[in-house]
């Protein structure tokens, strides 16, 4: 037995599954499928920009100390236990190690407890050095950057690489069949 059908079913297994299911539940699954990837494929093209150039500024950029400027908080919602969700927007301006000051603005959504900041607080800022413009303020950058580092590679998985191959499956199914007809 090899690895690969260790991991995901055989196209065996599935074709004695699906000779035994309605083909309406057949198509039923395969739409769910599709929308599924459909669906993570979406939130990895919206988040996946973002991670990367924050988990780059996180690992390779410049760390120094900005000046908070303006901080705005607002109530999005609720999270599950019932507390409630901001949206923290930092803008801050920060001196890059060419001695020109920059201005900065970072947006952080599903915050359960907003900092206490307020213009004229200091905050960590990281910064690209060869465009200063490209910086982020520090405030939960590490959990966003991990959490997103963890599940967009659950995501492309789970999300897209499993719905996928069911699809694959199914689909080499009915070419079976139709083959198999006289």
């Not at 669906?39 to 100390?65: K, N, V, Y």
């Not at 995501?155 to 198999?180: D, E, Q, S, Y």
Request: proline share 5%; with cysteine.
């Amino acid at each position: 037995m090899s690895s690969a059908s260790k991991i995901f079913i055989s196209q065996d297994s599935f074709d004695a599954w699906a000779h035994a299911t309605r083909s309406r539940t057949l198509f039923g699954i395969g739409a769910l499928m599709l929308m599924m990837a459909l669906a993570c494929s979406a939130a990895i093209t919206i988040m996946g920009p973002r991670l990367a150039r924050e988990g780059a500024l996180l690992w390779f950029g410049t760390r120094t100390d900005g000046v908070v400027q303006n901080v705005k908080i607002v109530e999005v919602g609720r999270f599950k236990g019932g507390d409630p969700k901001y949206e923290l927007t930092i803008d801050y301006r920060f001196t890059a190690s060419d001695g020109v000051e920059h201005p900065g603005s970072t947006v952080r959504g599903d915050v359960r407890e907003p900092p206490s900041l307020q213009p004229g607080d200091r905050a960590g800022v990281y910064y690209d050095t060869r465009n200063p413009s490209n910086s982020v303020a520090e405030h939960n950058l590490r959990t966003d950057v991990y959490a997103l580092l963890l599940f967009l590679p659950f995501m492309a998985v789970v999300g897209i690489a499993a719905p996928l191959w069911f699809l694959v499956l199914c689909w080499n199914w009915r070419r079976k069949r139709r083959a198999a007809r006289p």
